[in-house]
Every structure is written in structure tokens, then in C-alpha cells.
């Protein structure tokens, strides 16, 4: 059996040249987004920033949690355009390792808004299950 070249239409490059490694700028999702939700029981906040030229991105998060929000620390994120032609970020995925859990976020902007995704599976012996939680990000 041949590998998939590609699943949809959007997986296809097109004619004309392409870069052998686009670089996709992150900075439409560049910022401190804010949770819409000042209740969330889920994040709180996320820093998205990026250190410099290249396409790379850091992402620092932030877990809603009394009296203060825990912070998560700053991991790599990795971008994403919305085709294979295009340059510009929609989205990104960011993993952290916490410990007794790890947690796989994936994100995306709709219209103005940053949209995370939280994937979460704990390691620690405690029997809890795995979860799915979503999140909507504004910027101040």
C-alpha cells in the first residue's frame, strides 16, 4: 500500500514553487490572552510569544486556581498555518509534563478569539481519568 501524499484538497500544494521549509509567523497569535470566563475553573491565562525571527513561539500558560493562578511555566509551541501555502498562524500545539500529569494543548483563533483546547491524562497513580476541557481567550 502507497502512503497518503495527501487526505483533503487543502493538503495540496498547488503548481508553482514551493519553499522546502516554510516558515510560518506566528505573531497573529502573539499576546497575553485572557480567559472570557473569569470563573474558569480550567486556564486562566495564555502568553504567546515568539523570541525572534524564524517562526518559533513560546507559550507560557497559566491554571485558574485560588487565591492565585498556577503557573505552568514556558514550554516551546509549535504553529500552524491554514494550508500549505500560507504563512500566517491560526493555531498552535504546546505540550507540558507536570508531573503527576501531562497535558497536550491545542489552539486555534475563530475570528478574534483564541479557542485552547486542553487534553489532559494524569500518570500518578490516582486512578482519575483523562479529560478534554475548552477554553475562549480574548485579548485585553
Known amino acids: ?6 487526505s483533503r484538497a487543502r493538503d495540496l500544494a498547488g503548481a508553482g514553487p514551493e519553499p522546502a521549509n516554510r516558515i510560518i509567523d506566528p ?3 502573539l499576546g497575553s490572552w485572557v480567559n472570557f470566563d473569569a470563573a474558569s475553573r480550567g486556564l486562566s491565562r495564555v502568553v504567546v510569544t515568539s523570541p525572534g525571527a524564524g517562526g ?3 507559550v507560557r500558560t497559566f491554571g485558574a486556581c485560588s487565591p492565585a493562578p498556577v503557573d ?3 514550554v516551546a509551541g509549535s504553529p500552524f498555518a491554514d ?10 500545539t504546546a505540550f507540558y509534563d507536570l ?18 483546547d486542553a487534553y489532559t491524562r494524569f500518570h500518578d497513580g490516582s486512578g482519575r481519568a483523562a479529560y478534554f476541557a ?6 485585553p
Open 134 to 139: 475548552r477554553d475562549h481567550f480574548h485579548l
Open 72 to 74: 505552568w511555566g514556558e
Open 99 to 116: 508531573g503527576g500529569m501531562t497535558v497536550m494543548l491545542a489552539s486555534y483563533l475563530n475570528k478574534r478569539l483564541l479557542v485552547v
Open 56 to 58: 518559533g513561539m513560546t
Open 83 to 92: 494550508g500549505v501555502t500560507l504563512s500566517a498562524a491560526v493555531g498552535f
Open 27 to 29: 505573531s497573529p497569535l
Open 1 to 6: 500500500m502507497e502512503p497518503l501524499r495527501a
